[in-house]
């Protein structure tokens, strides 16, 4: 069975900064009919951030740039939430290369998870989160569910 990451809050768990989720009702139905072990995972608290808790947004850069420590992850009341949104991305990535999984399927506009676009200086900018950042370089490829639904054999 191949195994895919992904982000908890798609697959219904409650872990969002504002406590709720963003579940897609037929990503997990599908992936299990497509032969797909399911990793769900929320690097924000893995982390150690808790759920909920202050939205964040990136400073000076995309993921990229905060993994190399060119930019930071600053909470809505100004903390420096980087260290925490780094150790959420090392962790997604090493459950990724334990689990084998070469794909992950993550939520979008996230500052972890963003895939195409990002919250950045107050504004939705091109550019991917911390955790997407870090699965590229580690040889993952990230989709969102709405990419992954019109190519559902990608690896």
Request: glycine residues 12%; aromatic residues 4%; contains cysteine.
């Amino acid at each position: 069975m191949r195994s895919v990451l992904v982000s908890a809050c798609l697959v219904g768990r409650r872990c969002r900064h504002d406590g709720d989720h963003c579940e897609v009702p037929w990503l997990r139905e599908k992936l299990i009919r497509k032969g797909y072990e399911i990793a769900a995972f929320c690097p924000e608290e893995a982390g150690g951030l808790p759920t909920p808790r202050s939205s964040a947004r990136i400073a000076g850069g995309g993921g990229g740039a905060v993994l190399d420590g060119e930019a930071a992850v600053l909470s809505r009341d100004g903390s420096d939430v980087t260290r925490a949104f780094v150790l959420g991305a090392e962790e997604a990535a090493r459950l990724a290369s334990v689990s084998g999984a070469g794909l992950a399927i993550l939520k979008d506009r996230s500052p972890s998870c963003g895939v195409r676009e990002i919250w950045r200086e107050g504004l939705i900018v091109s550019g991917e989160g911390v955790t997407t950042a870090l699965l590229r370089r580690c040889g993952v490829r990230v989709m969102t569910a709405e990419e992954w639904s019109v190519d559902p054999d990608s690896r």
